[in-house]
């Protein structure tokens, strides 16, 4: 007889239920530790940026290695691009050091790169020449040509009668041996980096270039080249030198080039101080929708070149950002809102910011353009950050274009010609031809380059059109009319014909910022500096409308402070655009423009009192029956703003009372936080005596609160260059 066991069900199941809830507990916890850990491992950024030589240029095919722990080269890296331009994608998060390698230049090690969750570190790096680094470059077209490389140690020079005897090699080889030299394209044969005046100089055929020439070269079948400046067949330096004292005196000797030494020039600015609201009640000053200091100063600071305080125009950088602000009536080209907090680096003052938006336009609705592209293909244009970027942009530009625009295309260096007549838009390809086949060379005469674009301009008007001269150029006129006085002239009185002048600025080293932005000023127009094909594509595309369509000219801004409720204020930045207050109802003073959907902000810094009474303030506005504004004990100041419709020549007058609307910073939009901390950055990099207590690292909490929507990453990039600042 079998023995059965048996089990007390009533006991046993609870003990059974509590093992498998213990057992699903741990499941659990560790299911959940697994995805954290997996998902906090998955996190990833990437580090981009330029590498560049001693003069700005940027380096083609430069090496950048991800480094290991004990300072070994891992297999994770980059190839820099043509420009120079370099990108590390998927690196987890944490800390890296980076390893910057171009033949013929001192190795760069680059420790604690932060890398943050699906953010892109910015790090741009100059590289300094080795002892032996290539400072000239000659070519001459002989049977066996020759590049000839000077150094700090030996300058050789070989007689032609002596070239048939050289070793030579590959275009490909040579390429990857000789610093400066490379392949953009395994088709279009050598190309040699350089350009700019006073830095690399070449020879070929015995004349002397600027520039960047392309191989194939007429007459020019293959190259040789004297490595390390000793050719093969020399044992050393001491041999060569033997073997050339008994041949005849060569008179094409390469004399070693000095370093660059910027020219770049820029206005002084004196920044405001605080007015006593009592004695100046009215602060007048043009609009202005500038936007070319911000990306000076960021090519500055991601090349780690010092930034003069006088590049810093901190409305430029404010304007720079688009901010939400709400779209105008039909009745008015734009719309007008305030905004007011403590201010974030003096708690004891009041923060005003003003916005202005500019209306949109549908783009079908837009008005038919009558473009013509003025581009400056002087010799000091050759460099990659000017002409190549030139052509670039104005192609972004021109496949925006509706059939019905039209485009002409109008070159100066030594003198000025048509290179494209007026043409429909439709014929797309037909531009983009002519951009395309520009070369640079030559002296700069920009003042006969801009009197034959205004004329193509003015011979092919569009009455009811959008006729506007876009000059590209580095700012460096040099031939005919050239000084700024003489300029500025000649744009003041082209502007009468009803044509609008935009002025983009390109390139490095020589670049006149003070005169491009004083064109502009003058010319009824907007001034952008575009430094990479980011900022190309943000000008010519995202804000096509605003930077090339303007809905309203000379527009000026009047604020007229309650002197009770006021101690005193400043205008932060602006410094260029201030006007005497009776210029406020003078319709013969120029002011700003405001482009399609284009937004300008600015901001006011105020010491209030606590007393508030009514006030009445004299406008200086003698020529208009409203000579005084009344404010009441609710006012803090009146606003007014005069503007000219494009086709009009007398203003029209918008006057609004902003009151004591005063919110906790906490409670302010992201785009007040986000223009306070624009503000606080570039006084801080220009040393402002305002700026208090203030510091990089409060800038940087201000703005990373503020970021919101960022579809281009311009705020978050921005938030990059201030950490970029923090290092210096």
């Known amino acids: 007889m079998k023995k059965h066991s048996t089990f007390n069900l009533s006991q046993d199941r609870p003990i059974v239920h509590h093992v498998g809830n213990t057992l699903l507990r741990f499941i659990a916890t560790m299911l959940f530790l697994f995805y954290w850990t997996l998902n906090a491992f998955s996190q990833t950024g990437s580090i981009s940026g330029k590498i560049v030589d001693e003069n700005g240029e940027g380096f083609p095919s430069a090496s950048v290695i991800v480094l290991d722990s004990i300072g070994r080269a891992t297999a994770v890296g980059a190839k820099s691009d043509y420009d120079g331009n370099y990108e590390i994608k998927n690196l987890k998060v944490g800390h890296y050091d980076l390893k910057f390698q171009y033949i013929g230049y001192k190795t760069r090690i680059e420790k604690g790169v932060v890398v943050r969750a699906d953010n892109t570190t910015l790090l741009s790096i100059k590289l300094e020449p080795a002892d032996n680094a290539m400072s000239e470059v000659m070519v001459i077209a002989y049977k066996m040509p020759l590049i000839q490389k000077s150094s700090t140690t030996l300058s050789s020079v070989i007689h032609h009668n002596n070239i048939k005897n050289l070793p030579t090699q590959s275009i490909s080889d040579l390429a990857s041996q000789t610093a400066g030299v490379y392949q953009q394209d395994a088709n279009k044969g050598l190309s040699i980096r350089g350009g700019r005046e006073d830095a690399t100089v070449y020879y070929v055929n015995g004349r002397k270039v600027i520039g960047k020439p392309n191989v194939p070269i007429q007459g020019v079948d293959q190259l040789s080249i004297i490595t390390g400046g000793v050719p093969a067949k020399y044992g050393s330096a001491e041999d060569m030198q033997l073997d050339q004292a008994k041949m005849p005196i060569d008179n094409t000797r390469v004399e070693p080039t000095k370093p660059e030494t910027s020219t770049e020039e820029f206005n002084t600015i004196i920044e405001n101080e605080f007015l006593v609201a009592a004695r100046s009640p009215l602060s007048t000053f043009s609009i202005d929708v500038d936007a070319a200091s911000y990306s000076i100063l960021r090519r500055k600071l991601m090349e780690r070149n010092a930034i003069p305080a006088d590049a810093i125009r901190l409305e430029e950088m404010i304007n720079y950002f688009p901010y939400n602000y709400p779209n105008a009536s039909a009745e008015q080209p734009f719309s007008v809102q305030t905004e007011m907090s403590d201010c974030p680096w003096d708690s004891s003052h009041v923060l005003l910011k003003i916005g202005i938006q500019g209306k949109k336009i549908d783009t079908d609705k837009q008005p038919p353009s009558n473009l013509v592209f003025l581009i400056d293909v002087s010799g000091s244009m050759q460099s990659m950050d000017k002409l190549p970027l030139v052509q670039k ?55 006969a380059g801009i009197q034959l674009a205004y004329k193509t301009a003015i011979d092919n008007f569009k009455k009811e059109g959008n006729n506007r001269v876009i000059l590209c150029t580095d700012g460096d006129f040099n031939v005919g009319v050239s000084s700024e006085n003489e300029l500025v002239n000649l744009i003041e009185e082209k502007r009468k014909s009803g044509v609008f002048l935009s002025v983009l600025g390109f390139g490095t080293g020589n670049y006149k910022d003070s005169r491009m932005e004083q064109l502009a000023d003058k010319g009824n127009g907007n001034y952008a500096y575009i430094d990479n094909e980011k900022e190309a594509q943000k000008n010519m595309v995202a804000q096509m409308g605003a930077n090339f369509i303007t809905i309203a000219k000379d527009v000026k801004i009047q604020a007229v402070f309650n002197p009770t409720a006021v101690k005193s204020y400043r205008l932060i930045g602006y410094e260029n655009r201030k006007l005497q207050d009776e210029d406020f109802s003078n319709d013969k003073i120029d002011a700003g423009e405001i482009g399609a959907g284009a937004n300008v902000t600015a901001l006011y810094e105020l010491v209030l009192s606590k007393e508030r009474k009514m006030a009445t303030i004299d406008l200086d506005d003698k020529k208009h029956k409203n000579d005084q504004m009344e404010l009441s004990s609710n006012d803090l100041m009146g606003l007014r703003i005069r503007f000219k419709k494009p086709d009009e020549n007398k203003s029209a007058l918008i006057e609004e009372r902003v009151g004591f609307d005063i919110r906790k910073l906490s409670e302010t939009s992201n785009d007040f936080r986000f223009a306070a901390a624009v503000a606080s950055f570039g006084m801080l990099l220009r040393h402002s005596k305002f700026s208090g207590n203030f510091t990089l690292e409060k800038t940087a909490t201000l703005a990373k609160g503020a970021l919101g929507e960022d579809p281009d990453g311009l705020r978050e990039e921005m938030l990059s260059l201030v950490d970029l600042a923090e290092k210096r």
């Open 393 to 447: 942009s104005l192609k972004l530009l021109v496949n925006q274009l509706k059939p019905d625009d039209q485009v002409a295309l109008v070159v100066y260096a030594g003198s000025a010609g048509l290179v494209l007549p007026t043409t429909p838009a439709a014929n797309k390809q037909k531009i983009i031809d002519a951009i395309e086949q520009l070369e640079a060379g030559g002296s700069t005469a920009g003042g």
